[in-house]
């Protein structure tokens, strides 16, 4: 099992803004395999939709970091764990803002970038960014289209519904080719299509200390998107998954062990990534839930 940790880029890690490099760097070192952010753009005073179907807005939201300035740190700091987003928000970003920086990003990593996009739940988000949130769908696999074009010709040109990308040179090319691995994420019916048309991979979450670990919560949509990838005329077993594991804040190191030793036995989760914005209070504290989870899950 490949194993990963977020950064430290929300909630109390974010005070820690200076010491991202050093969380990377000493990570890596430990064996991390990945390295990844979150996006959250908003911590909504009265939200319009809450967070995991409640009724608020976690204090955790309150502090966030730009994923991409965490990102480029982390890939400057390190040699070998890949860096991920999960997930970029992708509909709030101006397509060629966003192919633009992820280059960047792929680039100073040498291709280690892997992108997750999805395109999630707060309308108060989506009016921050200036974006109709009911065209959220279909600006996302507009965005996947433009791009494809950034990253594969040059001169690039676009013309979509909601972005126009006029004949342009672009010189710089991601490191991995043709293009780095897209993830997307989401567990509605036209997420799962969309993983099956148009990614490389699926990113499935399980909350250890909030709810059980059920393999077929996995399982199934995963079935289900291998069918319909099938379908599409794709090889299903070139699709990969991704396990996002979100610790509760009161999860114990075992509940957290459990699920990823239940999700290697059970499902075909071959990479997870722990989330660590819930039960670590600062960077050694991070280090420490990353070295524990390395030394007994694997």
């Known amino acids: 099992m490949r194993i990963g940790f977020t950064l430290p880029q929300i909630g109390a890690l974010a005070h820690q803004a200076h010491e991202v490099g050093r969380f990377a ?27 995991g ?13 730009d994923p991409f300035a965490v990102m480029a740190v982390a890939a400057a700091a390190t040699e070998r ?17 966003l192919a633009r920086s992820l280059t960047s990003i792929d680039l100073i990593s040498q291709g280690r970038l892997l992108p997750g996009f999805g395109i999630g739940w707060s309308p108060e988000e989506y009016q921050a960014a200036g974006v109709p949130m009911k065209e959220r769908g279909a600006r996302l696999d507009e965005t996947l289209d433009a791009l494809e074009a950034w990253w594969s010709t040059d001169p690039v040109e676009f013309e979509g ?7 342009t040179y672009v010189g710089l090319k991601p490191a991995r080719r043709p293009r780095p691995p897209i993830h ?23 909350r250890p200390g909030s709810e059980p670990f059920v393999p077929d919560s996995v399982n199934a949509p995963m079935a289900e998107v291998r069918r319909l990838a099938s379908e ?28 990823i030793r239940g999700a290697g036995r059970e499902t075909d989760v071959a990479h997870c990534f722990v989330e660590l914005m819930n039960v670590a209070h600062d960077v050694d504290h ?3 839930w990353a070295r524990k989870v390395l030394d007994t899950a694997r």
């Open 53 to 65: 179907g409640g009724d608020g807005i976690p204090d955790t939201f309150r502090t966030v970091l």
């Open 81 to 97: 764990a890949e860096i991920g987003a999960n997930v970029l928000q992708a509909p709030c970003y101006a397509p060629a803002l």
């Open 184 to 206: 997307l994420a989401g567990y509605a019916p036209a997420a799962l299509r969309r993983v099956a048309r148009r990614a490389d991979g699926w990113l499935p979450v399980v």
């Open 25 to 51: 760097k000493e990570a890596e070192a430990l064996g991390a395999d990945s390295l990844w952010v979150g996006d959250r753009i908003l911590a909504p005073v009265e939200p319009t939709v809450g967070y």
């Open 286 to 288: 991070a280090l420490e």
């Open 161 to 167: 519904t909601h972005t126009r990308i006029p004949a």
């Open 232 to 259: 599409a005329g794709r090889d299903p077993s070139e699709l990969g998954l991704i396990l996002r594991v979100y610790p509760a804040p009161e999860t114990t190191l075992d509940e957290v062990v459990g699920t």
